[in-house]
């Protein structure tokens, strides 16, 4: 929180303010919007914020030390701001916000009162309510990277295959059926891969309503000549057949089927020759043959 304004404090004195509040918000794509409770719009540093979106915002909580601020916004679903499709397809989860107390009537005079990002956000009858918290709520969540035989950047966060080609990793084409949102059906354009290729890979939405949704994918079969691919969670949004979707390729985090389908093991995350448990557990018997080698050759 920036430190008090001293004309801002003496506006305060007067007795008779003029404030109000102005939020701006960056989604995860670049979107941005800007919004405030005043009965007009309000512009400076290059933002206007919209007086027509119905956006409030219930106290703000702060608190010194190390504990996450957090507040509450809320406001009316409209085709101009954040509308009921946006939500639902996830488009404003995590979205960095920023929020200001300004006299209306003067904007030069503006104190920064809360920075941080979306948390929980609820929709039901024309409107949202979004959980605000705080940039202390980073510190909340593990840091560092995890060493282990298995990928650590799987699923969305899978960045293994960075130095791949785009025809590497997948393919983009059209689905001939979608059943539930969840199991898409193509008669043809995937000849070339083998079944399962795309198990524990994701379909990412390129085009339509849905364009930016993305879901992982948990079985790649044939049936009856039929190549079906199906999710593990159903998308958000429909999807018709119209929409283009491109499939890429996963390795569920092992660093065998890495290897299979990427060529080698260069870019892999993960740390397949750690030793495991039944490592740690290993001691030598009367039975066995001791030779004298290392049992780290043996357990690998």
């Not at 703000?60 to 406001?75: F, I, K, P, W």
């Not at 996830?90 to 948390?119: C, H, K």
């Amino acid at each position: 929180m920036s430190d008090f304004p001293q004309d801002l404090a003496e506006h305060l004195q007067t007795g008779a303010t003029s404030f109000c509040r102005c939020w701006f918000v960056q989604r995860q794509d670049g979107q941005t919007y800007g919004f405030t409770d005043h009965d007009d719009d309000i512009a400076f540093d290059g933002m206007v914020f919209q007086a027509d979106t119905g956006v409030s915002a219930s106290a703000l909580e702060q608190t010194t030390g190390l504990s996450v601020d957090n507040t509450e916004a809320s406001g009316a679903l409209s085709s101009r701001s954040i509308t009921e499709l946006d939500i639902q397809a996830g488009r404003f989860d995590g979205a960095e916000i920023t929020s200001w107390l300004i006299n209306w009537a003067d904007v030069s005079q503006r104190v920064l009162q809360f920075r941080g990002y979306f948390g929980e956000v609820t929709r039901g009858a024309g409107a949202f309510r979004v959980e605000l918290r705080g940039l202390t709520e980073a510190l909340n969540s593990d840091q560092g990277r995890i060493y282990q035989a298995q990928c650590c950047s799987q699923g969305e966060n899978c960045v293994c295959s960075n130095g791949l080609s785009s025809t590497q990793i997948g393919v983009s084409l059209h689905a001939d059926t979608i059943i539930d949102r969840r199991i898409l059906n193509f008669n043809s354009g995937l000849e070339g891969f083998d079944a399962r290729w795309f198990s524990q890979g994701k379909l990412i939405v390129e085009t339509g309503e849905g364009a930016g949704l993305s879901a992982l994918i948990k079985n790649d079969r044939i049936k009856g000549g039929v190549r079906q691919i199906e999710l593990w969670e159903e998308l958000r949004l429909d999807v018709t057949t119209n929409d283009l979707l491109r499939l890429e390729v996963g390795c569920a985090g092992k660093a065998a089927a890495y290897k299979e389908r990427f060529g080698d093991l260069t870019d892999f995350r993960g740390f397949p020759h750690i030793p495991g448990e039944d490592w740690l557990a290993a001691y030598p018997r009367s039975r066995d043959e001791n030779s004298g080698e290392s049992l780290v050759g043996g357990a690998l």
